[in-house]
């Protein structure tokens, strides 16, 4: 790596940016295909919502009640989950920690696989509709036993296709468990890929299956947790003693009690999700709201038929994505939502307008799509 503090900072902004510029494009992809796979006629409607309590215009309140009672609640969860991780890692706990992120991540990536994999197989079969005549008959033949000979209508129960589903998500679910599992894994840029793709994944399900106004306030509600807890709460304890951690391995290699032989890759690694380089670690948390809002926007978009709300909404992200790296020049822990999520939800809010004003789209209209 060079010297030069210039191309050293140029080489952060390139590993700080390029993972979150390929998250918000799998997220917007990702939604993208789930709103019109839900808008195919051959498939299910959109589910109600699914947030543990629901918007409802009939609940005291209205919506607002089930949004900020959601919202409420995950920050809570979060809250809790913290300063659970802090009091695990105080204990010297981490190979615990480390196989329940490993069962997490196993059972979410089997769930996920088989959800997006529902997903792109209606794709798969409106591809062989289209271009049915010019497969060969060998290759037919094979997608007539997956499918059951039923290409041409996707709305049976398909054994073969289950099953080979099924094993799809049973093998990302082993991926990622093992992964995490096996502490001498060392195949970092799996691990970086699996993060890159479980952001979005997380991110748009969300977006998508819980009501808008939801999505946004768990935002904002996050990103104002996020302040808290990097500057007076759990993350605040972990880096402290994270780095105390680090300073008494230092201490020891300088009086040769220890040699490096004896030094570990970090007392949270591999235990926490995160995408990790030797220039910069950004938590999956991050890539998961991110991902969120970026999904939101696409939603948004989708209903208002125009891409500006999601134009503005991703350019708010990354300006605000920018100055975050910028302060991280100090070489201290910050939060890393408020800026990107403030950022992105404000320029949305100002593209909603310009459409409004420009469109003529009138405001129940808007207010309609939460």
Same mark, same amino acid.
């Given at each position: ?153 996707? =709305?049976?129960?398909? #054994?073969?296709?289950?099953? /080979?589903?099924?094993?799809?998500? $049973?093998?990302? &679910?082993? @991926?990622?468990? !093992? ?13 970086? =890929?699996?993060?890159? #793709?479980?952001?979005?994944? /997380?991110?748009?399900?969300?977006? $998508?299956?819980? &009501?808008? @106004?939801?999505? !946004? ?154």
């Amino acid at each position: 790596m060079s010297n030069n503090p210039i191309d050293n900072q140029k080489s952060k902004l390139r590993a700080f940016f390029l993972p979150i510029i390929i998250v918000i494009a799998i997220a917007i992809v990702l939604s993208s295909l789930t709103l019109e796979f839900y808008a195919n006629p051959l498939t299910p409607d959109v589910p109600e919502d699914i947030s543990p309590f629901p918007q409802n215009p009939e609940d005291t309140g209205g919506i607002f009640s089930g949004a900020i009672l959601t919202m409420i609640f995950y920050v809570i969860f979060i809250f809790i989950a913290g300063f659970i991780t802090l009091l695990i890692y105080k204990k010297g706990l981490m190979q615990f920690l480390m196989y329940f992120f490993a069962v997490a991540m196993g059972f979410s990536w089997f769930s996920f696989g088989v959800f997006y994999g529902w997903i792109f197989s209606v794709y798969i079969v409106e591809f062989l509709n289209s271009w049915w005549d010019y497969i060969p008959e060998i290759i037919q033949g094979f997608f007539v036993f997956v499918f059951e000979d039923t290409v041409a209508v996707f =709305s049976e129960v398909f #054994v073969v296709y289950d099953i /080979i589903l099924l094993l799809f998500g $049973i093998f990302l &679910g082993f @991926l990622g468990a !093992f992964s995490f599992a096996v502490q001498s894994f060392d195949k970092l840029w799996l691990r970086n =890929s699996m993060m890159i #793709v479980f952001g979005p994944m /997380i991110g748009s399900m969300l977006a $998508i299956h819980f &009501g808008l @106004l939801t999505v !946004f306030l768990i935002l904002i509600g996050l990103s104002l947790y996020d302040i808290y807890a990097v500057f007076y709460g759990p993350l605040k304890g972990i880096i402290d003693q994270s780095r105390e951690d680090a300073k008494e391995v230092e201490e020891k290699l300088e009086k040769h009690e220890i040699d490096m032989s004896e030094v570990t890759t970090g007392p949270l690694m591999p235990a926490l999700p995160v995408y990790s380089t030797p220039l910069i670690n950004i938590g999956l948390g991050d890539f998961a709201f991110f991902s969120m809002l970026a999904s939101a926007a696409v939603v948004v978009s989708y209903g208002l038929s125009t891409p500006i709300p999601l134009i503005m909404a991703v350019t708010g992200l990354l300006v605000g994505a920018y100055y975050t790296f910028q302060f991280l020049k100090e070489d201290r822990a910050l939060p890393g939502l408020p800026l990107p999520i403030f950022g992105g939800i404000t320029a949305m809010v100002v593209g909603i307008l310009v459409v409004m004003i420009i469109d003529g789209v009138p405001l129940e209209a808007v207010f309609g799509l939460f």
